[in-house]
């Protein structure tokens, strides 16, 4: 669904009187847009409606409109520990073209923090590892333990029907 039609859906969400399914789609279009200002903002809202100070302040994180208190509240939750605020914010990419100076600016100071903890440059997001191969034999060891398995479970079966059958008879 793109961008534009999941923010409408959102919203129409929200004016139907559910946040909750509002927040789903909102945290969804934060992980596929995640440089989207707005869409951080709107889920900093909604967060603010349900009485969640600290997801308030994680994702209005990069807004001059989240409290101070909801930026404290997110900073406790990671025990003020630059790293794991900064992995909790998602971010990807540089600090520049957000379009917000403030933005750009918290980025860059959270990101030295990061740093700082960390003792080497920090990446905003970190690519996954590529997954490594199973090599042959394990699908070979994987489909003879299942083998046994189902051979222990047939013979089980038999030997539990002989014995209702000696017993009814």
């Given at each position: 669904?793109?961008?534009?039609?999941?923010?409408?859906?959102?919203?129409?969400?929200?004016?139907?009187?559910?946040?909750?399914?509002?927040?789903?789609?909102?945290?969804?279009?934060?992980?596929?847009?995640?440089?989207?200002?707005?869409?951080?903002?709107?889920?900093?809202e909604?967060?603010?409606?349900?009485?969640?100070?600290?997801?308030?302040?994680r994702?209005g994180?990069?807004?001059?409109?989240?409290?101070?208190?909801?930026?404290r509240?997110?900073?406790?939750?990671?025990?003020?520990?630059?790293?794991?605020?900064?992995r909790?914010?998602?971010?990807?990419?540089?600090?520049?073209?957000?379009?917000?100076?403030?933005?750009?600016?918290?980025?860059?100071?959270?990101?030295a923090?990061?740093?700082?903890l960390?003792g080497?440059?920090?990446?905003?997001?970190?690519?996954?590892?590529?997954?490594?191969?199973?090599?042959?034999?394990?699908?070979?060891?994987?489909?003879?333990?299942?083998?046994v398995?189902?051979?222990?479970?047939?013979?089980?079966?038999?030997?539990?029907?002989?014995?209702?059958?000696?017993?009814?008879?």
């Open positions: 669904m793109p961008i534009e039609q999941t923010l409408a859906r959102a919203e129409h969400l929200l004016a139907t009187g559910d946040p909750h399914g509002a927040r789903v789609r909102l945290r969804s279009l934060v992980e596929h847009a995640p440089r989207r200002l707005d869409v951080r903002e709107r889920l900093s909604v967060h603010r409606t349900l009485g969640e100070p600290q997801e308030a302040g994702w994180y990069l807004s001059e409109r989240t409290t101070p208190e909801e930026i509240a997110f900073e406790r939750a990671h025990r003020g520990d630059a790293r794991h605020m900064a909790a914010l998602r971010w990807e990419g540089a600090e520049d073209g957000t379009g917000s100076a403030f933005a750009e600016q918290r980025l860059r100071e959270l990101r923090r990061a740093e700082e960390a080497e440059p920090w990446a905003w997001r970190r690519p996954r590892p590529d997954p490594q191969p199973v090599p042959w034999w394990g699908d070979l060891l994987a489909v003879a333990v299942l083998g398995l189902l051979t222990f479970l047939v013979v089980g079966a038999i030997t539990v029907v002989r014995w209702l059958v000696g017993l009814v008879l």
